[in-house]
């Protein structure tokens, strides 16, 4: 196998350049718009129109066309970089609730195009624009500029600030660092569905403490100061506002003090629902806002000792108004219609991803490596309506469904059946997954052999290849998961990839089932499961066992060779989280709780103190302009562990981010340093 198909997977972002992406169905169902790149390895999104009765695409917008070549601005690489989008040209849109027009920014210019006639209009608006959405009756656009919420009419007239700040470290209509990145909320403001005010988040950022980030390998351009909240220590200041067109403005009030975190806002023609939680993230509640007097009443709360999860999607209602919510009952997250469950036990509700009169769309789990799309109407039961095991998303409107499919064989994007046109480039390499559960815990692995290994035929070394973390799972029925994990097997390993407790996809119990023991029970399951798939199959060679790993993983990596260098012989960790202590609010003190309230917790999830311990390869990877996991993480291990005289190494990728960088080379590199490592000569050619 040569070592090109690293360099095909980053130049295709994994094979998924060229799908159509971001499909949104307009509301009679005549219509989906999408986003779509013109070939397999061009990062550059154009939006399209697809005719759901002739069948025909359109291109609406030619990103290129526009005639701007300027860089991207900070304030869109940001977006994309939070959401995990590492694309060019159009990366969002949003339009009107007729779907008649859509607005996006292209390196921050603000853009209007006819859905119909696919006129194209730069509106001309205040330069950065960003986060532009249309009202609901397709006469204004709001958008915001620098830390400002401004408007400007359809037409490209009256441009003006809608709120301004009011303090140097506040901006109007942006999230905060801690919804973006760990609550999956993008958005700072939402419109009222007639389209004369808007809710707005104002976001103090000046309680929050200032680091910095910076790229060695460019010295003459300053650090960027990052408002980032570590463990324990301030959040911004985050209200919500009633900004009506005509100047009126009603602060929306609830406990504050006691509930920081906004999590949702829904506005809706029957109302204005905003989710707040608390710091501890033991009690969420749904508030029904007036937007006229700006009080609000609780009309759904979810409380648990450990930690409350939040759903994508909810809350929600239907045509008849009832509220769509979650509750975790006992082993099971199910969905709820007016309070009362509507899924089984045993359904795992993920996501809701359209209400479509009184239908609704939503994601589940009963097997974890499976996500299907399922509808559920008032009087019937729920009906999967995918069958291929897959990972899947869509959604819905007028009964016209779009189905986003990613399986083992295949990744297509369909309306009603009919698929879009795809561009992708397909992949050379096609990984074989024997997916299992191993062990008393009944671990979801996945194990990968060189293709065209006979069993028995020879001992192979192994590569562990986690994640391991609370956002995501590894061992699922999808081809895309397993690209790096197939190369790594055809260079003659044999690959575990293996889902431990904490993991999402199977459940509230076994999302929480290692408590606020970051170190003790991920490490465990890993051990667990290699032993178990060694018992599977024959050919595994425990006397060469590698782990690498990524964010979480890559902490699980660390650690792995820390604490069991009896299993682990050799680690490659990018991104390790090493201090908990220097991880963000939300999301640390979720599992840990404060660090005043459990120090023990902290200490022991931290690999500062292990550094001493270290007996056995350590590859330490990190991206030098990462803001979510900051360099000090390895930079801090890197420290302590040559404070102790153990020798390891450290590969700094300059003007990477979070997302990594240089992937074609850095999968080389990994291998190199493992088989070194593990005294294992290069495969033949």
Not at 396 to 407: C, E, I, L, Y
């Amino acid at each position: 196998m040569s070592t090109s198909f690293p360099a095909l997977v980053a130049r295709t972002q994994g094979f998924t350049l060229g799908l159509a992406r971001r499909p949104a169905v307009a509301p009679d169902g005549s219509r989906v718009l999408f986003l779509r790149s013109d070939s397999g390895d061009d990062a550059v999104g154009h939006l399209w129109s697809f005719d759901t009765a002739t069948g025909e695409e359109r291109r609406l917008v030619d990103a290129r066309a526009l005639g701007d070549d300027r860089e991207m601005t900070e304030r869109e690489r940001a977006r994309r970089e939070r959401a995990r989008d590492r694309s060019a040209g159009i990366g969002a849109y949003a339009t009107d609730a007729a779907v008649r027009t859509a607005v996006f920014t292209v390196s921050g210019r603000l853009y209007a195009v006819d859905v119909e006639t696919a006129e194209v209009t730069d509106l001309g608006a205040r330069e950065p624009a960003a986060e532009a959405r249309i009202d609901p009756a397709g006469s204004t656009i709001a958008y915001v500029s620098d830390a400002e919420l401004r408007l400007i009419s359809r037409d490209g007239k009256d441009d003006r600030a809608l709120a301004e700040p009011d303090g140097p470290e506040v901006t109007w209509g942006l999230p905060e660092h801690e919804a973006s990145e760990s609550m999956d909320r993008f958005e700072g403001y939402w419109w009222a569905p007639d389209g004369r005010a808007l809710v707005a988040a104002r976001v103090d950022n000046s309680p929050v403490q200032v680091w910095y980030v910076s790229d060695p390998a460019r010295p003459e351009r300053p650090p960027a100061a990052l408002r980032y909240p570590s463990a324990g220590t301030p959040n911004a200041d985050v209200s919500l506002h009633v900004l009506g067109l005509d100047g009126r403005r009603t602060p929306i009030t609830w406990d504050r003090d006691e509930y920081e975190y906004v999590t949702r806002v829904v506005w809706d023609r029957l109302g204005l629902l905003v989710v707040v939680q608390n710091r501890e993230q033991t009690v969420m509640r749904v508030l029904d806002a007036d937007p006229v007097t700006g009080q609000t009443r609780v009309i759904a709360e979810n409380t648990d000792p450990q930690w409350t999860t939040i759903v994508a999607g909810v809350p929600a209602r239907t045509a008849s108004g009832e509220l769509l919510w979650t509750v975790d009952d006992g082993d099971t997250r199910r969905l709820t219609c007016g309070g009362v469950p509507v899924t089984p036990p045993g359904l795992q509700m993920e996501e809701l991803l359209s209400v479509d009169g009184d239908t609704v769309l939503f994601a589940g789990r009963e097997d974890p490596a499976e996500r299907h799309l399922w509808t559920w109407q008032p009087g019937t039961g729920p009906v999967r309506v995918t069958a291929e095991p897959g990972l899947y998303t869509g959604c819905r409107a007028a009964g016209v469904t779009v189905t986003v499919a990613n399986t083992m064989t295949r990744e297509t994007v369909t309306v009603d059946g009919v698929p879009l046109l795809s561009n992708a480039l397909p992949s050379p390499v096609i990984p074989v997954m024997h997916l299992l559960r191993l062990g008393e815990r009944e671990l979801q692995t996945s194990v990968l052999f060189p293709t065209g290994h006979e069993p028995g035929s020879r001992r192979l070394p192994v590569l562990m290849d986690p994640y391991g973390g609370t956002a995501a799972q590894r061992a699922v029925a999808a081809r895309t998961r397993y690209w790096a994990s197939q190369w790594f097997a055809d260079q003659g390993f044999a690959v575990v990839v293996a889902d431990g407790r904490g993991t999402p996809g199977r459940g509230p119990r076994w999302e929480r089932a290692r408590g606020d023991d970051h170190a003790g029970p991920r490490l465990q399951d890993q051990v667990d499961a290699l032993h178990a798939a060694a018992g599977r199959f024959g050919d595994l060679d425990l006397s060469k066992v590698g782990i690498r790993g990524w964010s979480a993983g890559g902490y699980l990596a660390a650690l792995a060779v820390l604490r069991r260098p009896d299993v682990f012989h050799a680690a490659v960790a990018g991104a390790p989280v090493t201090d908990q202590l220097l991880y963000s609010t939300h999301w640390q003190e979720r599992t840990l709780g404060l660090p005043e309230e459990n120090p023990s917790g902290y200490a022991h999830g931290s690999l500062i103190d292990d550094a001493p311990n270290l007996r056995r390869p350590l590859l330490l990877v990190h991206g030098m302009l990462d803001d979510n996991v900051l360099p000090v993480h390895t930079m801090k291990l890197s420290a302590a562990l040559l404070a102790a005289g153990r020798p390891h190494t450290v590969l700094p990728l300059p003007a990477a981010t979070h997302m990594g960088a240089g992937l074609d080379n850095l999968w080389a590199f990994e291998l190199d340093f493992l088989r070194t490592a593990l005294l294992i000569a290069p495969e033949s050619s």
